[in-house]
């Protein structure tokens, strides 16, 4: 089974804090991401990497950033924590090759849920 | 552009009821489609995919969904609720190699 773990379930930091959330692979997929799930707004991408050291941003980067210096791992940054980034935080991954309709899908993560106080 | 609605934010069926959530997506290329389920505090699980080939696709726990080309829909449905299927669920669309783009979910509720 492919595995997406996240480092933390819940979190509570302080505004202006650094904060850092992990996700590790285990199916040495291509691509991985980072999302941001708000109630009404459904799944909102904040970054996503298609290769080691690759990032590209997604539709919501502002007040973030993330590395992936090895393939398994894609960690997301919040360089100043404030109060709007409280949320659930859902990290996923998938292949980037073509599959010929196979393994299409992406595989999630647990979740982060964050809150800033 | 590519874009996916879920018509209804939120659906209650009774307990033996047809469930169906609706989705519907736009793409400029054949797409990948998929329906993922969340429960509470957990991440998302995929339910069923569409790629190529057979447009009425079964999925875990007795969902099924068909893609229709023409009304450029993808409905998830499930004959008769069970109250396990309480749920969050959500339809996205592949876009390219590695974009996907999720609809903002639909919370079914099953009443007893």
């Known amino acids: 089974d492919v595995k997406v773990t996240q480092s933390s379930r819940y979190l509570v930091k302080r505004t202006g804090e650094k904060v850092f959330l992990e996700c590790v692979q285990d199916?040495?997929?291509?691509?991985m991401f980072w999302y941001r799930q708000d109630p009404g707004l459904g799944l909102r991408l904040i970054y996503f990497s298609y290769d080691v050291k690759m990032k590209e941003k997604g539709d919501i980067p502002e007040g973030y950033s993330v590395s992936r210096e090895k393939k398994e791992r894609f960690s997301l940054i919040l360089e100043s924590a404030s109060t709007n980034q409280t949320s659930m935080y859902l990290c996923?991954?998938?292949?980037?090759?073509?599959?010929?309709?196979?393994?299409?899908?992406?595989?999630f993560g647990q979740g982060t849920r964050l809150t800033v106080v | 552009a590519q874009s996916v609605t879920q018509l209804g934010s939120h659906v209650s069926v009774s307990e033996g009821a047809l469930v169906l959530l609706r989705c519907n997506y736009s793409s400029s290329v054949p797409p990948y489609l998929f329906w993922y389920v969340q429960y509470p505090n957990q991440g998302l699980q995929l339910l069923l995919k569409?790629?190529?080939?057979?447009?009425l696709v079964k999925g875990i726990n007795g969902f099924e969904a068909e893609f229709k080309k023409s009304e450029t829909s993808f409905h998830l449905t499930k004959p008769s609720a069970h109250m396990s299927d309480a749920a969050e669920y959500f339809c996205?669309?592949?876009?390219?190699?590695?974009?996907?783009?999720f609809g903002t979910g639909t919370r079914l509720k099953v009443l007893a």
């Open positions: 569409y790629t190529t080939g057979a447009t």
């Open positions: 996923a991954s998938s292949l980037g090759k073509r599959t010929g309709g196979r393994n299409t899908e992406a595989f």
């Open positions: 199916m040495d997929h291509e691509n």
């Open positions: 996205a669309v592949r876009s390219g190699t590695y974009k996907y783009i």
